[in-house]
């Protein structure tokens, strides 16, 4: 035992001088240095980054036909159309009670004319540069107050219209669809005391009633279209005029205008009639 203890002491020096001189060798030769290779490389692409906003996308709007609609309330009433007012008719003159009478057919009794005051004075010279034609001529050259009062002709012939007329209790009605070339239709209301009134026809066919139903005493009528609408919507007329005695009738009619008034000549009646503005308006027939 002793013998084998010895062998492993002296493998251990053996070992241990082997290692000493192992240091000896590495301290005296020194380490080759390992070569450092340089190789070239690109340079990284530095790109700046700038912060931006997004933008967000627009909304699309979309239209469609019930969003375009108004909404509905069944609930809700209709409202009823209400119809324009009636036009008032604008007459010529408003009736006085100072009027002087007249006789129907007889001489005019001629108020205050439309012109100037000179032109109703007895003596004026009121020769005219376009003569009076037809009937209506001989009818003017023979009474020269009449001449004075209503003026000169302001057409060298009279226009042909459509008419009609109706008696009242105290008076008579006159339609004629024109005064001219593109006037206005116009009824006249001849009073029994020698006046007139002329008014506006404004009698529409569908819209206005033919007749409102007024019960008039027995043996009279109530008036009825242009002339109905006129004759209610007119009251000194109504008033003063009265119910109709007959229907009306419809006639042929020749219209001549002059400065102060007109000459109507009504077919149906065989008369002609002066009518010469004033306040009030006269009239005469022949």
Known sequence: MRRAHAVGLMGGLVVLGLLVAGCGSLRDTPPTPLPIYVTATDLPLVIPIVATETPSPTPEITLTAAALLPTFDPSTPIPTPTRPAPITMTPTFTPTTTNTPGTPGGPAVYGPVGGGVDAALPGVDNSCGTAVPGVFGAIYQSDPGLQTAIGCPLASAPTPVSGAHQPY?????IWVSSLGAGTQAAIYALLNDGTYQRLNDTFVEGVDPESVGSVP??????????FGKAWRENPP???RIGWATAPESPTGAQVLRFERGEMIAVDALGQTFIFV?????TWMAR
């Open 217 to 226: 005493p027995e043996g009279l009528l109530e008036p009825q279209r242009g």
């Open 277 to 281: 503005a004033g306040a009030p308006g």
């Open 237 to 239: 007329v109504r008033d």
């Open 169 to 173: 209790q105290n008076g008579r009605m």
